[in-house]
């Protein structure tokens, strides 16, 4: 069986790791981040919001993956020290319904 099928975040762990949408975007705006990973970080939130929050560790990992794929080294420090949560669930995020891998 896929290890995909044998996991998912249970709704404990996506709420002790979560943030709202308002409460993001004002992060988001403090911090010294490029514009394009800025504006992915946003796209994620609003396609991805669950009863009014946004899970960080998904968030995380999606934006690491981004910052590394757009070659934006400064915006991958700067994500890997101010969220302080895991980085996804066991090698996995959430992006819609899609179970992504987290890349190495
Ligand atoms: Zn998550």
New binding site residues.
Partial sequence: MQKSLLYF?TSKE?YE?SISLYSLQNMIQSLPLSIPLSREIILFSRRNIMRGQV?????KAYTLSKAKNLDLPEDFEIISRIFKCET??NDY??DKEDLEPIPE
């Fill in positions: 975040p996506y790791d899970c960080l560790r998904c968030l996804g669930h995020y959430l």
